[in-house]
């Protein structure tokens, strides 16, 4: 299993519960967030809507600048139409996210991610059979498992439509545009269609990896060990999952079937 990083071991120590509240200072009603459980997705449209509010592309350094990790937000990131932030959050639900997009992936494809990501060696899978239990367990970070995490963002969007949304990541690559629009819409970002266009001919996957290949040094502070601008892949899974993997996943596949995934 990959070498937790200082970030991960922080995120699952006692004081965890108060990193989160020191994180959240600050944030208010006027603010938006980019939600989702780790490796499902929210980078690449992160980018896509930095551009629409900022007017220009953005690198990774500069995507953290205009939609801040929730705990980096500052005063000059009040860039959305109600003079609030696009924060990006990875934590679970809590009543301070009163207007979020939650974005979910197939929790198949997001384990490999998240191993990948963390792995010296991507296509090693020495350790990946333990990695796996702590996914499903929720000992990976702080986080607590997929399963809990999901379930906390669907409960809120059903007790705050049209303020909270879960949507799959798997129906923003089968209509980029449209989803953006959508995005934008819920988020208080002002965008036409040609301005979205643009942003996404700029926020390809090939321009992605070439901003990342300028930020590897940014990146590797941040924990990243191997490529984080990956395929983006619907279903890669299945080139690397066993009976066995499937198996370990089943208290996590009964929640995703919920939500489409073939199961």
């Known amino acids: 299993m990959p070498a937790p990083t200082m970030r991960d071991r922080l995120r699952r120590s006692p004081l965890r519960r108060a990193v989160q509240w020191q994180r959240h200072r600050g944030l208010d009603a006027r603010d938006a967030y980019i939600a989702s459980y780790p490796r499902s997705g929210n980078t690449w449209l992160r980018f896509v809507l930095a551009e629409l509010l900022t007017g220009e592309p953005v690198d990774f350094i500069g995507v953290d600048r205009v939609s801040p990790p929730v705990g980096t937000q500052t005063e000059d990131a009040r860039l959305l139409t109600t003079g609030g932030r696009l924060v990006k959050t990875h934590e679970p639900y809590r009543p301070l996210y009163t207007k979020a997009l939650y974005l979910i992936r197939d929790p198949r494809d997001v384990v490999i991610s998240w191993y990948s990501l963390l792995n010296d060696d991507p296509r090693s899978l020495n350790g990946f ?135």
Request: hydrophobic share 40%.
């Open 129 to 263: 059979d333990a990695f796996l239990d702590d996914f499903v367990a929720g000992r990976v970070a702080g986080y607590g498992s997929w399963q809990d995490h999901v379930r906390g963002w669907l409960d809120a969007a059903r007790t705050h439509p049209g303020a909270i949304r879960v949507d799959r990541f798997e129906d923003m690559r089968a209509d980029l545009h449209g989803f953006v629009a959508r995005a934008c819409a819920l988020l208080d970002i002002d965008a036409d269609d040609a301005r979205i266009a643009a942003a996404l001919d700029h926020n390809t996957k090939e321009h992605m990896r070439a901003r990342e290949q300028q930020s590897l040094g940014y990146l590797k502070s941040l924990g990243w060990k191997s490529q984080g601008v990956r395929e983006g892949a619907v279903g890669g899974w299945r080139e690397i999952l066993q009976p066995h993997h499937l198996a370990t996943l089943r208290p996590v596949l009964d929640l995703a079937q919920e939500f489409g995934y073939d199961v």
